[in-house]
């Protein structure tokens, strides 16, 4: 059995012509595409969500990180409860596009 090219060929233009195949079929392979792209991202993101790359990069140049538990909400408001901020004084800096101010 032989096919006829120009058979297909006309069948291939009559489906095109169709309203459904030429803006539906696009639509539909978008969002499924896009949810496979969409897997990709958060698997990214779950992957190295775990690595402690930065941390270990920090301690091997010389700067030690805190631990969580010294940066919590609550260690941080003990040590802005033993400052004294009651009594301060406002001291403004020099400018670089300022000239030098009078010393007050």
């Known amino acids: 059995m032989m096919l006829d090219t120009v058979a297909i060929k006309n069948k291939i233009l ?12 696009p639509f539909v392979l978008f969002i499924i595409g896009g949810s496979f792209g969409l897997r990709e991202f ?10 402690q790359q930065v941390k ?15 940066m919590s909400l609550e260690a941080i408001y003990k040590t802005i409860e ?9 001291k403004r800096i020099e400018r670089p596009w300022e000239e030098e101010t009078p010393k007050t």
């Open 14 to 25: 009559e489906l095109s012509k169709r309203r459904s195949i030429k803006h539906g079929l």
């Open 42 to 51: 958060t698997a990214l993101r779950y992957q190295y969500r775990q690595t």
């Open 56 to 70: 270990n990069g920090m301690e091997n140049t010389g700067l030690p990180m805190k631990e969580k538990s010294e």
């Open 82 to 90: 033993e400052l004294n901020t009651d009594n301060w004084e406002n």
